[in-house]
């Protein structure tokens, strides 16, 4: 079954650094990724998603993320954090008709 | 357009007690997947219904259970409920794509239980 892998539980950012949140997949087959944001006592929103037309993704909010099957990643960024990306960030991968989550990263921004 | 709702929003149970968690998907969605989600980790697939039938299902036990009514809107039912199924359940919803595995998931705000 296809998986994914997010490193580091935690980050922590000054306000307008850059925000990078790594993903690993582990997957036979070409896969299907996605990243969520959870804000706090809410559900998940769909950040972007990659389906292999492109492996530069653009998302919502000024987030990106890059498909690189070489090191089997798929690591999200924003250039600049604002204070309003402080919450939870997930990896998906696609399995069949479910999606297999990572364990989360919780993004904390610093004024 | 409204999108994936969930109700209720929270609730108390105590142990033994049955619930049942109701959801609407996204306006031309057809398929809704429900997942639970402990605190401090990541969503864990229940199950998915497509075409009121059961399509997949993840590790859960057999006290959950589920059905998808001909409007494509669903229900996820727990019987003899434990203090471990105290959890964030979301409800997700997509348009089944000929290629499995491709559809986007959209989920709703979820149900908070407690269970006592």
């Known amino acids: 079954a296809q998986s994914v892998t997010q490193l580091g539980s935690h980050v922590s950012v000054s306000e307008g650094a850059l925000v990078l949140l790594r993903c690993n997949y582990s997957?036979?087959?070409?896969?299907?990724l996605f990243w969520y944001v959870q804000y706090p006592n809410q559900g998940l929103q769909l950040l972007l998603k990659?389906?292999?037309?492109?492996?530069l993704v653009k998302g919502i909010n000024g987030f990106e993320a890059e498909f690189k099957k070489s090191e089997t990643s798929f690591h999200l960024t924003k250039p600049s954090a604002h204070m309003s990306d402080a919450a939870e960030y997930f990896c998906?991968?696609?399995?069949?008709?479910?999606?297999?989550f990572g364990a989360g990263t919780t993004v904390t921004v610093r004024a | 357009d409204a999108g994936v709702t969930q109700s209720p929003t929270h609730l108390i149970k105590t142990r033994g007690q049955q619930v049942t968690l109701r959801c609407s998907p996204k306006s031309g969605h057809d398929t809704v997947s429900w997942y639970q989600q402990a605190l401090g980790q990541g969503p864990q697939f229940i199950f998915q219904?497509?075409?009121?039938?059961?399509?997949q299902r993840g590790n859960f036990p057999d006290r959950f259970s589920g059905h998808q009514f001909p409007n494509y809107s669903s229900e996820l039912n727990v019987n003899a409920l434990l203090l471990g199924d105290s959890a964030l359940y979301l409800c997700a919803s997509s348009l089944a794509n000929r290629e499995v595995g491709t559809d986007t998931q959209y989920f709703g705000p979820g149900t908070r239980l407690t269970v006592l």
């Open positions: 219904y497509y075409e009121e039938e059961e399509r």
């Open positions: 990659y389906t292999s037309a492109a492996t």
């Open positions: 997957s036979s087959v070409p896969p299907y």
């Open positions: 998906a991968v696609s399995n069949d008709y479910k999606l297999s």
